[in-house]
């Protein structure tokens, strides 16, 4: 199946080896990955216009980096979100993607996502796990798994491995 991953950390340490570690499973068992670092892009955060439910038809009436994603949020047969935890929650660069991305409202293909997310401490998930409920909720897609890492499990071989694993049994 086609899997989009949509990385929301602006840089390239821990949730991006949770990512490379989903990516290698999911390539082993014969998916089709494509990772999306929109903690690098510029995705604005939607101005609640309504452009995009009248005039628009399903197009945004901002243009950035969110027409970069856009066409594999509507192509996947699945979803990853991954983020470091920033204060409790996802970062605001996955949060404006996420928010930004009602425009179309669900995904056209998408039956199933997961959620992979690093932190400094242990416990800090609520707020972001309750967002991800929440979005599978709206879209109506199934929770294939969600993977937390903090503190030295960070990039551990042990957590990565478990990612790996995790992915090849997509
Ligand atoms: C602005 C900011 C806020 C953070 N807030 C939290 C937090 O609330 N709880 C926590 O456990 N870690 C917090 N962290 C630590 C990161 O979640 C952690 O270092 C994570 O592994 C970073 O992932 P990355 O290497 O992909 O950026 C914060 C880091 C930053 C920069």
Redesign the pocket.
């Known amino acids: 199946m086609k899997i989009a991953v949509f990385?929301g950390?602006?840089?390239?340490?821990?949730?991006?080896?949770?990512v490379d570690a989903f990516t290698e499973g999911a390539k082993a068992a014969g998916h089709d990955v494509q990772e999306y670092h929109v903690?690098k892009m510029k995705i604005n955060g939607c101005l609640g216009c309504g452009y995009c439910k009248t005039k628009g038809n399903g197009q945004c009436v901002q243009k950035d980096d969110l027409e970069k994603i856009m066409p594999a949020y509507l192509e996947a047969d699945m979803i990853v979100f991954a983020?470091?935890?920033?204060?409790?929650?996802m970062t605001a660069q996955i949060e404006s993607a996420i928010q930004r991305v009602f425009c179309v409202g669900k995904p056209l293909k998408a039956k199933q996502a997961a959620l992979l997310l690093?932190?400094?401490?242990?416990g800090?998930y609520d707020s972001a796990i309750a967002q991800y409920k929440g979005y599978m909720a709206y879209t109506g897609i199934a929770d294939a798994g969600i993977i937390t890492?903090?503190g030295d499990e960070?990039k551990s071989e042990a957590k990565m491995n478990e990612i790996r694993e995790f992915a090849k049994k997509l």
């Open positions: 990385n950390s602006p840089r390239k340490e821990n949730t991006s080896a949770m903690g983020s470091p935890i920033y204060y409790f929650a690093s932190s400094g401490s242990p800090v890492a903090y960070n």
